[in-house]
């Protein structure tokens, strides 16, 4: 079976994100663009995705999956620019 390997690429990129993001307790925006390479509009564009998905975790009310949600969402705000962090907020209030 062959793997779509854009996808693979994709899904290697966003587990070395979080690897990063967990590795730390605060990261600006260009340390992580410095880190994984890419334009600054990738990097935004990941970031919103994964706060998506925290969203998305949230709104089911899980136990399994929200334990550690409030820790993984400060450090994703954090990687924003002080500007964005309201805009942010409102992305996870979906």
Do not use: C
């Not at 854009?6 to 967990?22: A, D, M, P, V």
């Amino acid at each position: 079976m062959m793997i779509n390997t854009s996808f693979e690429q994709r899904t290697k990129r966003r587990n070395r994100l979080i690897g990063l993001l967990r590795s730390e307790e605060y990261w600006k925006t260009s340390d992580l663009r410095e880190q994984l390479g890419g334009s600054q509009q990738t990097l935004m564009r990941e970031l919103a995705e994964l706060i998506l998905s925290l969203a998305i975790m949230e709104s089911l009310k899980s136990q399994l999956l929200t334990s550690n949600l409030k820790t993984i969402k400060q450090k994703l705000f954090q990687a924003y620019p002080q500007e964005q962090h309201s805009a942010v907020s409102n992305i996870s209030a979906l």
